[in-house]
């Protein structure tokens, strides 16, 4: 589990192989909501330099944060894993590659269902799920140093 979360679930359904959006794109932008959401959520440098450095988040800030992009890029709502944001990204990135896309629709399956009554609990458990089940199916989760 030693995958940049707030990268996990994006680079599950972008490390398959050919992608519509470059790596450095999807770094970037991630790497531009975490500061956001680093933020909004009080987390800390040492939050940021966790994520940065591939491991799941040891605070309740560095979750809040997790929770934060989860959101806002569509995968967690209501305290739960959502699929259709999940699989929405994944038309985006895969296009009309039919392989990829069922790869990460049978994740966002695995993963629907993964809540918590805590937003920041219910992120983290999201981002477990998803690499648990991209594991199984021997997709990396991530990829490089940004």
């Known amino acids: 589990m030693k995958c940049f979360i707030l990268l996990t679930i994006v680079c599950a359904t972008i490390g398959f192989s050919e992608q519509a959006i470059s790596k450095e794109q999807v770094i970037e932008m991630f790497k531009k909501m975490a500061e956001e959401c680093a933020g909004k959520e009080g987390a800390t440098a040492a939050d940021l330099q ?36 999940y699989v929405g990204l994944a038309k985006e990135v895969f296009g009309n590659d039919v392989a990829n896309i069922q790869k990460a629709t049978e994740i966002a399956n695995e993963c629907a269902n993964v809540s918590d009554t805590d937003r920041c609990e219910a992120a983290f458990k999201v981002v477990k799920c998803a690499d648990a089940a991209a594991q199984a199916r021997g997709v990396s989760l991530c990829f490089g140093e940004w």
């Open 50 to 85: 966790e994520a940065a450095e591939k491991k799941l988040p040891s605070t309740p800030s560095g979750k809040c944060m997790h929770a934060c992009v989860l959101e806002k890029i569509g995968f967690l709502k209501d305290n739960k894993g959502n699929m259709e944001g």
